[in-house]
């Protein structure tokens, strides 16, 4: 009898896996469809080439505890998630990655370019402008309000 209740409850444990597993892949898919269509540093000038757009990089560290709520928080706000794709490239750069990557021309590590635009803490987002030329580090986490007023104002100019 004690074996057939330890079945039934590993069957039970399994079913129940087996759902909570099938709504976590369903709730993935409908949230890529509102999600920021992030791009690498290379991609987004060669984007800017034939349709000229700012770019805001959002810098980060795989350990950055204010980065990761960004991204569950800010950049997964429906109305900022619209503003970025319709008005920006979006780039994520890794501030310790040693990943070669070209930047207006010359190659560099994610880590050398994060360096050269002024970052020194995380997250930090940096707007570049259409020609790749100038670039405003914005340090610190922006709740989604903060930030789509800071899209918008950068946008403008």
């Given at each position: ?97 040693s990943k070669k990557i070209?930047?207006?021309g010359k190659e560099m ?43 918008q104002d950068f946008n403008?100019?």
């Amino acid at each position: 009898m004690m074996f057939k209740n330890k079945v039934l409850l590993g069957i039970a444990t399994l079913v129940v896996l087996v759902a909570f597993i099938n709504a976590g892949s369903s709730v993935q898919s409908n949230t890529n469809e509102t999600a920021i269509k992030w791009v690498d540093i290379e991609e987004a000038q060669r984007l800017g080439k034939s349709e000229p757009r700012k770019v805001f990089v959002d810098v980060y560290t795989d350990w950055c505890g204010w980065c990761k709520k960004m991204d569950r928080s800010t950049f997964a706000d429906e109305s900022v998630v619209n503003y970025v794709n319709d008005n920006y490239y979006a780039v994520k750069l890794n501030a310790e990655s040693s990943k070669k990557i070209k930047f207006n021309g010359k190659e560099m590590t994610e880590a050398y370019l994060a360096r050269s635009m002024r970052v020194s803490g995380y997250p930090t987002i940096v707007f570049i402008d259409e020609k790749f030329e100038s670039i405003q580090p914005i340090p610190g986490y922006r709740t989604a309000a903060q930030f789509r007023r800071i899209l918008q104002d950068f946008n403008k100019n």
